[in-house]
């Protein structure tokens, strides 16, 4: 097997687009679990609404690509929030199983919704624009060979654009404040007058308008959309939120990031069979070496 | 009343050599020595944060020290596992009760007799009778162990229904019942009235003639301390500051001083002490 | 009427099947307070191996003496599962809550995988032709001890010790007990069990995949406990006989069956945040039982 520069790169290239994606989903799920100690279940589904609110509102409404793209992450936000109020919120204080259980029954439902309405096989996803491929050899010889998709640079600029206003949001605002503070202490910053409700409902829908923006890049990356493309993204996102430390907003993305190359390599270099292998490996190296993630701390209990 | 049961003579049977622990740049114990000697009634006392708690878990194996040794019978114990620390003889109650509330009383103390249960887990499986014969000795003695801290009637209460005093009376009994050399009390007196905490004090003694268990006690009522305590171990922030018998620390300059640098709120207990 | 007492029969097994998954998830999660997503995987590893045992290893054997062959192929697969409880519990029973859990579906799913490549035993196609040698009253018999064993189990002194690691670790430990020694002993237990169910599966369906044990199978066997009460015996036979009704009732009506499943899903959202400590508390209140002699209150 011998090392090719420029199939390095591709591979990275891809695997950084693809890292990306599972970047905006593992988000939500460590934005949640900062703050409720909750495995959104769900969240994946998040995911797979934003692929198919892409569908109705580029195929349907004919919305202009920017204008549809945030009303399709307003529209997954919301239906997060809906969900939370509806299913997670009034068992916020019973025992730790029945919020997970819940969550489950979420994620069926909203999967099976989808199923029923949109059919189980793959829908075709609108083409936004004509996806040029930029030979990137042409610009510098040294990468003779490599491509790179319009498509994948407009999941890269995308995601940073999202990155840059979540850190902005989380480290600049009042709302980010509050929930930082409440993913530290929940019980002092309840007594300190932060509106708990209204904040974890912004949590989620933070963390599911960025899912479902992923869902968007996504249905457009592979022009199409599928019900069932929820559940293995979602276990892989979460599988990199684990990695980089559950409940660390960085750690998410690196986690990510680490898990998109590692797949790419992966099928570069290995056997493509392997891929989803991958993420579990991963997580159960994690778990048995150092399951508090790269950038977590261990917990201490206090006798 | 502590005369009256002096101790075994003065032989030692713990002994704590500089021990230190350090939780990343907080020193919460620091080159702490004393012993504890056998039959004695040692009290444990400083102020808030003094790192009183955090020796009791350093003795029975909940942490590891950073330095330092913990020597039972001369034989080295810091470090261990807590199930082994408490298999050597040292039982301990907890600041908050940590008592396994779903279950009763009388299988909270039957826990504690696990290990001498006389049948083995395919016995228990398919009800042989030789688990018959080990159930029906193991409830014997733990109702014996209760009938003696008068907690029978309450045997078939699930714990978590208890009033608070009785909760503390059971963490005591569960204690008792792995037949320790050493029972270590965090703060038993906690959230008491004047008439629980003298009820608790004709307890610790009473426990102490019928066991035969040394007693290691961490308190705040300064009334309870001064009246049982037969010898008294000051500690502030982690350093130990004093020791000695109750009169010598209340007059103690140093540890004055350490309690907000005011008298120490003592009532005076009716009878004189040495 | 003679259709609908057709229909139990045949539906029975299924019922006493998953009354047997459920109780064995209930001595990990409910009796012993931990949280494991995997069972599914000791299902599989004790239907595999039961139907290995019949069809691949002793096939003519188990033609001549069924019977016993049978009773022979639920030791052998409550064997396989417990050692496959032991060998995934000790890396994993270090963790724990939220870690514990994320671990076990990890392990969950390596042993679906691995089963999945396994050439010997079908790999994806799956095993077939086992022998339709189980009779109702065996399955029901083999139910019945589990439940009585179980039950015996956690009014012992092993069965104290298990609670109490659930009631409170750090106390338990200072109670000499060996807390690592006895979440193991749960948890190979429970798979055990869960070997049992998936020897009885197996012989029940005649024909077993990989992907007949996936991920959905944990959560089933966790929503029964659930739905019923967690740490409640009584609750998980509640809790299966439940989760395992709703679809087959479902699929009984035309309309109903093709949305069979989100109306499960709906359901199971409904039940929690109608009862989220499960329904046995709701069935005690209803029945007014009185509780037993040695647990009666002062």
């Known amino acids: ?136 050899g042409t610009w510098m010889p040294a990468l003779d060979g490599v491509i790179l998709q319009k498509t994948q640079l407009v999941i890269f600029f995308t995601t940073l654009v999202l990155m840059a206003l979540l850190w902005f949001i989380v480290n600049r605002t009042k709302w980010g404040r509050a929930m930082r503070a409440l993913s530290v202490d929940f019980d002092a910053s309840q007594l300190m007058g932060v509106p708990i409700n209204r904040v974890i409902a912004f949590t989620f829908f933070l963390g599911a308008a960025l899912a479902g923006a992923a869902g968007l890049l996504v249905g457009m990356y592979y022009n199409q959309a599928e019900p069932y493309m929820g559940q293995l993204a979602g276990l892989k996102a979460f599988t990199a939120a684990v990695l980089g430390g559950i409940g660390v907003i960085p750690g998410a993305v690196l986690g990510a990031l680490f898990l998109g190359v590692a797949e790419a390599l992966v099928v570069g270099y290995g ?25 977590g701390k261990p917990e201490r209990v206090k006798v | 009343m502590a005369e009256a049961l002096s101790p075994q003579g003065q032989e030692c049977l713990l002994k704590v050599e500089k ?111 030789s688990f018959h014969r080990g159930e029906k000795r193991l409830r014997e003695q733990a109702m014996n162990l209760l009938r003696s801290l008068d907690l029978e009637q309450k045997a078939h209460v699930p714990a978590k229904s208890l009033p608070y005093g ?28 004047p008439v629980e905490t003298a009820r608790l004090c004709e307890l610790i003694q009473n426990i102490r003639a019928q066991f035969q268990v040394t007693v290691l006690l961490i308190e705040h009522d300064m009334s309870l301390v001064m009246k049982i305590c037969e010898r008294i171990v000051v500690l502030d922030y982690g350093n130990l500051i004093a020791e000695g018998k109750p009169s010598e620390i209340r007059t103690n300059p140093k540890v004055i001083e350490a309690y907000l640098g005011g008298t120490i709120n003592v009532t005076e207990p009716e009878a004189p002490h040495a | 009427m003679t259709g609908y007492l057709s229909l139990v029969f045949e539906l029975a097994p299924l019922f006493l099947i998953n009354v047997i998954l459920a109780a064995s998830l209930n001595v990990i999660n409910g009796f012993c307070g931990l949280f494991s997503l995997g069972h599914a995987g000791f299902f599989a590893v004790g239907a595999y191996a039961a139907a290995g045992f019949t069809v ?89 001890l589990t439940l009585w ?55 029940d369906r005649q024909f077993i995949a990989p992907n007949s044990f996936g991920f959905m199978v944990s959560v089933q066997a966790l929503l029964m406990i659930v739905v019923g009460g967690l740490g409640s015996q009584a609750g998980a036979v509640i809790g299966a006989v439940i989760v395992t009704a ?9 309309a109903l069956a093709e949305i069979r499943m989100l109306i499960f899903g709906l ?23 009185p509780l037993k002699p040695e647990r009666a209150h002062g």
């Not at chain 1, 959104?40 to 919305?63: C, D, P, Q």
């Not at chain 1, 579990?280 to 950038?295: E, K, Q, S």
């Not at chain 2, 909760?167 to 906690?190: G, S």
């Open chain 3, 267 to 289: 359901i199971m959202i409904m039940i929690m945040l109608w009862k989220p400590d499960g329904l046995i508390g709701v069935l005690r209140s209803l029945l007014r039982k």
């Open chain 1, 1 to 136: 097997m011998t090392i090719v520069f420029t199939e390095v790169v591709q591979y990275l290239i891809n695997g950084i687009a693809q890292g990306a994606v599972y970047a905006l989903i593992a988000l939500g799920y460590t934005m949640v679990y900062g703050i409720l100690k909750l495995i959104n279940f769900a969240h994946g589904e998040f995911y797979m609404a934003g692929a198919f609110f892409g569908i109705v509102a580029f195929s349907v409404l004919g919305l202009p690509p920017a204008l549809g793209t945030i009303a399709v992450m307003v529209a997954t936000g919301l239906l997060a929030v809906l969900v939370e109020r509806l299913a997670y919120r009034p068992l916020r204080h019973s025992n730790r199983i029945a919020p997970l259980i819940t969550a489950i029954g979420v994620s069926i439902v909203l999967l099976e919704a989808a199923r029923l309405i949109a059919g189980a096989h793959p829908r075709p996803f609108p083409q936004l624009f004509e996806n040029t491929v930029y030979e990137l």
């Open chain 2, 166 to 193: 009785e909760q503390r009376k059971v963490e005591i009994a569960r204690a008792l019942a792995t037949n320790p050399k050493l029972l270590l009390l965090d703060e038993p007196a906690a959230g008491m009235n």
């Open chain 3, 149 to 203: 064993s179980l039950n015996n189990l956690i009014r012992s002194s092993f069965g104290r010790s298990i609670l109490a690691v659930r009631e409170d670790e750090i106390a338990a430990r200072s109670m000499r007990v060996n807390v690592r020694f006895y979440k193991t002993l749960a948890f190979v237990v429970g798979s055990m069990f869960a070997g049992l169910a998936g020897a009885l599966f197996a012989h």
């Open chain 3, 56 to 144: 691949l290893v002793a096939p003519e054997f188990t033609a001549q003496s069924p019977l016993i062959a049978l009773t022979l192929a639920c030791f052998i697969g409550m064997a396989a599962s417990a050692l496959a409880g032991l060998l995934v519990g000790i890396p994993c029973l270090r963790l724990t809550g939220d870690y514990l859990a994320v671990a076990t579906v990890g392990f969950g799913e390596i042993i679906r995988i691995v089963l999945l490549n396994t050439e010997a035993v079908g790999a994806s196609r799956g095993l077939p032709g086992i022998p339709d040698i189980v009779p109702l009253w065996f399955t029901a018999l083999a139910t019945i």
């Open chain 1, 271 to 295: 056997e493509s069979s392997y891929r989803d292998a991958i993420a579990f490996a991963i997580l159960i190296a994690v778990l048995m070496t150092r399951p508090w993630g790269l950038l």
């Open chain 2, 19 to 129: 021990l230190t622990i350090r939780f990343g740049g907080l020193v919460a114990v620091n080159e702490v020595d004393f012993e504890i000697r056998k039959g004695e009634l040692l009290g444990l006392i400083g102020p808030n944060g003094a790192g009183k708690t955090t020796c009791f878990n350093l003795l029975t194996g909940v942490y590891a020290p950073t330095s330092g040794k913990i020597l039972v019978d001369g034989r080295e114990i810091q470090g261990l596992a807590p199930h082994k620390v408490a298999a050597l003889g040292l039982a301990r109650t907890f600041q908050n009760i940590r008592l396994f509330k779903e279950l009763t009383v009388l299988e909270n103390v039957l826990v504690s007799f696990h290990f001498d249960r006389g049948y083995n887990f395919v016995s228990a499986l398919l009800r042989l009778p």
């Open chain 3, 246 to 254: 709703i679809p087959e009732l479902l699929r009984l009506h035309p």
